[in-house]
């Protein structure tokens, strides 16, 4: 009498799930019950839905697994042509960030493929800063008998709205402004500020210079509403804050905020730094096409462009936006109103959400790493030009 046969048992997928309970957290599931079928789609900024490019969510159950994730509506974001090119960041710790190969489909999807070694794995647009980060810097600024820390206000969903300063703190000398994200989707800016706080907290010759002849205003983190929202552009009203200089909408007090800041300080250099989702390049933005331009103002952005490509590799000064008409210049942009208003070297630093085209990295892409480190190269550049600010 022959054996029933007995069917083979069916196999047991891991119990996935797809979360956005991280800062900066938002994705859209269409589905997640298959790891090897993982359907994602991009939102848009809550009150803006112009602007749809930012993403972050962490998978969990899937150590083991064979991830196959695509994010579907990548080819119908703000800047879709980003995507080609570009590879996912991805993160077991939410520190230590590396990239994951990824392809833009003729049909518009990013996809891509991974095998997790853990439970739980985070990805993202890029790495984020989060506000534990910020909160470090915060208090190293605190602590250092050459910091301190003022509260400007409050955003409007209530978070503080710290400045740091370093150097003279007694407002002798040169006036240096440093802001970051604008753009809450642009995290690069957040590790940046954190190297520069590093290179002005070493106690060597160059920090020691530089804190000793300026006073060094740093913005951290712009748009903390735009952050804790998961906004790519815009902060909690769905305005891009780097579009409110010239005359400030009364629902972006950040801006109005930091403009008084200035105001009664003065301002002999400025940055706003960012990330670019096109180029992938390090490169500045001058403020060209300001009515008040003049040779002075472009020998300062060429001894400064001079001094950066001394101070780190990273930087270059062939590839850019191309420059503004004269008395063409956008003057509700940050760096085109301050140089207009202050009459000063007033510059916009972009950092890639791609690999570096000069020196590419194959594992981590541009990274934390790199922004950090390029934040430590402004202190050295900074340390060449102060004397000729003024």
Not at 74 to 94: H, N
Not at 247 to 256: I, S, W
Not at 303 to 318: E, K, R, S
Request: glycine content about 8%; overall charge neutral; aromatic content about 8%.
């Amino acid at each position: 009498m022959g054996g029933l046969a007995i069917a083979p048992a069916p196999a047991i997928l891991p119990a996935v799930r797809v979360e956005t309970d991280i800062e900066g957290g938002k994705i859209e599931v269409i589905a997640a019950t298959d790891p090897g079928a993982i359907r994602l789609a991009i939102l848009p900024d809550g009150e803006n839905p112009r602007f749809r490019q930012w993403f972050c969510f962490a998978l969990r159950g899937v150590r083991g697994a064979r991830c196959e994730v695509a994010i579907e509506n990548a080819g119908a974001c703000t800047w879709a042509k980003a995507f080609a090119g570009y590879d996912v960041c991805a993160s077991y710790d939410g520190v230590a960030w590396f990239r994951v190969p990824s392809r833009l489909g003729d049909d518009g999807a990013l996809r891509f493929t991974f095998a997790s070694k853990r439970d739980g794995v985070r990805f993202a647009y890029f790495a984020p800063w989060t506000s534990d980060r910020l909160a470090a810097q915060v208090q190293r600024a605190r602590r250092s008998r050459r910091g301190e820390v003022a509260i400007l206000g409050a955003t409007p969903l209530g978070a503080p709205f710290p400045m740091l300063r370093f150097g003279r703190l007694d407002d002798v000398g040169a006036s240096v402004f440093v802001i970051a994200q604008q753009h809450p989707g642009e995290p690069m800016a957040g590790w940046f500020v954190e190297g520069v706080v590093d290179r002005l907290l070493r106690t060597d010759r160059v920090a020691r210079a530089v804190l000793g002849s300026a006073t060094i205003a740093i913005v951290p983190r712009m748009n903390p509403d735009g952050v804790a929202l998961g906004n790519h552009r815009t902060n909690a009203a769905g305005l891009d804050l780097n579009r409110q200089w010239l005359e400030p909408d009364p629902r972006a007090p950040e801006v109005a905020m930091v403009r008084e800041a200035m105001t009664r300080r003065g301002v002999d250099f400025f940055l706003d730094v960012h990330g670019d989702e096109m180029i992938p390049h390090v490169f500045l933005q001058g403020a060209e096409g300001i009515p008040l331009r003049t040779d002075r103002h472009a020998a300062l952005e060429a001894g400064f462009a001079a001094a950066m490509l001394a101070a780190t590799p990273d930087f270059q000064t062939t590839h850019d936006y191309g420059r503004d008409a004269p008395g063409k210049a956008n003057l509700a942009i940050a760096a085109n109103w301050v140089a207009q208003t202050f009459d000063c070297l007033s510059l916009t630093l972009e950092m890639p959400f791609k690999d570096h085209a000069e020196r590419p990295d194959p594992k981590r892409a541009w990274s934390p790493e790199r922004s950090k480190a390029l934040g430590g190269a402004l202190v050295e550049a900074l340390a060449t030009c102060l004397p000729s600010l003024r």
